[in-house]
């Protein structure tokens, strides 16, 4: 069981599942959730190597490692803190 935190909160997330929906609820705005409007932008603030690798999308979008699109993201292992 992986897990997603943000401000104090932990939130339990499966291995390999999709961030989007538990942001969504933290109040991350999303616009297209296909990786191309940029509107729900993220920091992750730790555990960046436990989320899957950038893909196309973001990287024509200048994402990197730590500054990620949330409706890109899924944790694939462990802890990941994020801000925004
Ligand atoms: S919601 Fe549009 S890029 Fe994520």
Redesign the pocket.
């Known amino acids: 069981m992986a897990k997603l935190l943000y401000n104090g909160k932990e939130i339990e997330v499966k291995d390999g599942e999709a961030i989007k929906d538990y942001v969504r609820e933290l109040g991350v705005p999303?616009?297209?959730?296909?990786?191309?409007?940029?509107?729900?932008q993220i920091d992750i603030v730790s555990g960046e190597e436990n989320l899957n690798a950038l893909n196309e999308a973001e990287e024509d979008m200048g994402r990197d490692r730590t500054h990620r699109?949330?409706?890109?993201c899924k944790v694939l292992k462990g802890n990941v803190e994020i801000r925004f």
């Open positions: 999303f616009g297209c959730e296909h990786g191309v409007c940029g509107t729900c699109l949330a409706c890109q």
